[in-house]
């Protein structure tokens, strides 16, 4: 089986983000392999009630590009 690719990872998981939170911009801070799975870390702007906030995200991307799991802290 091929290895996903660093940048391939940071794609299925900046796309994902951008789906689920309904926002175009998404700033990734670290993508590392962690026993086999990449995790991204980052962090997107979202509109809280008017008010803009910022949002830290964690996104686990197995080999074959599927998300494993998610988290969304508000900063």
Known sequence: MAQLKY????????DFVK??????DVHVTMTE??????VIK???PIDLAGH???ETFEVKVD??????ASS???M
């Open 7 to 14: 940048e391939h990872a940071q794609d299925i998981a900046i």
């Open 19 to 24: 789906e689920r939170k309904s926002v175009a």
């Open 33 to 38: 392999m962690i026993d086999g799975v990449w």
């Open 63 to 68: 080999q074959k590009g599927k998300i494993k």
């Open 72 to 74: 969304f802290r508000l």
């Open 52 to 54: 803009p906030w910022r």
């Open 42 to 44: 980052g962090t997107c």
